[in-house]
């Protein structure tokens, strides 16, 4: 099994919709969950982290963490056209020292 | 300028040739990493330098040789390369080698490589 699985897309919606970005993972020994965005012709930057179990919210996005089903999301409300990226959940690699990435999920929005 | 910068943004070259991949922090970060974006596939983790130090090489084959003169420049040298090896090489530093919360990967926006 894949250390961090994410469903590709892609992902198509109108703008104000309500978006659930997922993604599952296998080591239950991860503490830091973070979602990175990438841009067209860009690098991934980070757009939120959370730590161990529970929600964190930043204005639109919330990241959300189940650490018994291992499952990471992150929702974007009020979606907007700006928000059409591709969205990468990562983890940190077992020694800590780098940063596995899963797939990445591409999100369309149209106005 | 600031935050991570790679050049050239697009290469073409062929199988025989020699290239390299240039990528330079401004954020006085201490360590740096390379990852390789191909289509459809996770982000793949290539090298990773702490302190001008190669820390971790993640079997990579022979034929990308990277290179840390200082802890602002990192490279990647390509000779003999195989047309499965197109894809985006993205550079990133970080302020310590460790992937938290704290310490994020700042990305450069990639060089993409196409091998003929």
């Known amino acids: 099994q894949k250390e961090v699985e994410q469903d590709p897309g892609p992902l198509s919606v109108p703008e104000g919709a309500i978006v659930s970005l997922n993604c599952t993972y296998s080591n239950s020994a991860f503490q830091y969950f973070m979602w990175y965005r990438q841009y067209s012709r860009k690098g991934p930057e980070l757009l939120m982290y959370?730590?161990?179990?529970g929600n964190k919210e930043d204005g639109r996005f919330t990241a959300q963490v189940d650490k018994s089903s291992k499952y990471i999301s992150l929702f974007i409300r009020d979606s907007q056209p700006s928000d059409s990226a591709t969205y990468l959940c990562a983890i940190p690699n077992q020694a800590g020292t780098a940063l596995i990435f899963g797939k990445g999920t591409t999100l369309s929005v149209s106005s | 300028e600031t935050g991570v910068t790679q050049t050239p943004r697009h290469l073409v070259m062929g199988m025989t040739n020699k290239k390299s991949l240039k990528c330079e922090q401004h954020l006085g970060h201490n360590a740096m990493y390379w990852y390789k974006q191909s289509a459809k596939k996770p982000l793949e983790l290539m090298f990773v330098?702490?302190?001008?130090?190669?820390?971790e090489n993640n079997s990579v084959p022979s034929r990308f040789s990277p290179e840390c003169p200082n802890s602002s420049h990192l490279f990647l040298h390509l000779h003999t390369l195989q047309p499965e090896d197109s894809a985006l090489y993205l550079c990133a530093s970080s302020q310590e080698q460790a992937s938290s919360y704290n310490s994020p990967l700042h990305f450069g926006n990639g060089t993409r490589l196409t091998v003929t």
């Open positions: 959370t730590y161990s179990s």
């Open positions: 330098y702490n302190f001008k130090e190669q820390t």
